[in-house]
C-alpha cells in the first residue's frame, strides 16, 4: 500500500558537453515514473532525430504563434533556434501520475524557478574545466571555434551553479545517473506532496 504523492517537474541544467542529455536518457530508461517533456523548436533535425519524439520541429511563425497563445510554460533562443516548453505536455504528464524531466538550458529553468511550478532543478556540473576543455574536443562535433564559444558560455553557465535546488558532479556517469535518481527518490517522500495521507491511512481498501 502506498499512499499517493504528487508528482513535479525535474529540471536538468547543464553546461554544453555536461552531460545533460547522456543522464536524461538513462534516468528515463530506469524508470517508469519519469517521462519526458518534449520540446517544440525552430531548429532543423539533426542526424537521426525524429519528430514527435527529440523535438516538435516547427517554423518561426507557429511558434511565435504559440508564444501568443500562452502555450509554453518557458521559452527561449539558444544557438540561434527558440525552444519552448509545452505546458499541456506537461499537465499531460502530472496527469498520468508521472515525473516530467525536462532537458532545457539556463535561461529556460530560471524562468520556470519563477513561476508558482512545482518541481526540482538539478545542475550537472563536470569535475573540472579541464575535463569540460577535454569534453568537448574529444566529441569532435564542433570547430576550434565552436568550442571557444562554448566554454566561454560553459563558463558564465557555471557561474551560476550554486543557484539551482542541487548541484551533482558528473565525473563517473553512473555514479551521476545514482546521484539524481538518490535526489528524486528523496524528493518524493516531502510530506507536502502527500495529496492526504490521512485519507490513505484510514481508507479500509
Ligand atoms: P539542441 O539543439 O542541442 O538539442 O539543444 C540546445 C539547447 O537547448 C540545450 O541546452 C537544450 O537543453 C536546450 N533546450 C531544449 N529544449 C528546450 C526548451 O524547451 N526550452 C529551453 N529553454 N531550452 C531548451
Known amino acids: 500500500m502506498d499512499f499517493k504523492k504528487k508528482k513535479f517537474l525535474i529540471v536538468l541544467i547543464a553546461p554544453s558537453g555536461g552531460g545533460k542529455s547522456t543522464i536524461c536518457k538513462k534516468i528515463l530508461a530506469q524508470r517508469d515514473d519519469v517521462e519526458y517533456s518534449i520540446s517544440f523548436?525552430?531548429?532543423?533535425?539533426?542526424?537521426?532525430?525524429?519528430?514527435?519524439?527529440?523535438?516538435?520541429?516547427?517554423?518561426?511563425?507557429?511558434?511565435?504563434?504559440?508564444?501568443?497563445?500562452?502555450?509554453?510554460i518557458e521559452y527561449a533562443k539558444v544557438h540561434n533556434h527558440?525552444?519552448?516548453?509545452?505546458?499541456?505536455?506537461?499537465k499531460d504528464i502530472i496527469n498520468k501520475d508521472k515525473y516530467a524531466i525536462l532537458d532545457i538550458d539556463i535561461q529556460g529553468a530560471e524562468k520556470v524557478k519563477l513561476q508558482n511550478i512545482d518541481m526540482i532543478s538539478i545542475f550537472l556540473i563536470p569535475p573540472s574545466n579541464k575535463v569540460l576543455t577535454e569534453r568537448l574536443k574529444s566529441r569532435k562535433t564542433e570547430t576550434d571555434e565552436q568550442i571557444a564559444i562554448r566554454l566561454n558560455d560553459a563558463k558564465i553557465e557555471i557561474s551560476k551553479c550554486n543557484d539551482f535546488d542541487y548541484l551533482v558532479v558528473n565525473e563517473d556517469l553512473d555514479k551521476a545517473v545514482?546521484?539524481?535518481?538518490?535526489?528524486?527518490?528523496?524528493?518524493?517522500?516531502?510530506?507536502?506532496?502527500?495529496?492526504?495521507?490521512?485519507?490513505?491511512?484510514?481508507c479500509e481498501d
Open 82 to 90: 527558440w525552444y519552448g516548453t509545452s505546458s499541456k505536455i506537461i
Open 178 to 202: 545514482y546521484d539524481v535518481n538518490q535526489i528524486i527518490n528523496s524528493e518524493q517522500f516531502k510530506s507536502f506532496r502527500y495529496v492526504n495521507a490521512l485519507k490513505d491511512y484510514y
Open 41 to 72: 523548436t525552430t531548429r532543423s533535425p539533426r542526424g537521426k532525430e525524429k519528430n514527435g519524439v527529440d523535438y516538435f520541429f516547427i517554423d518561426e511563425k507557429i511558434f511565435k504563434d504559440k508564444i501568443k497563445n500562452n502555450e509554453f
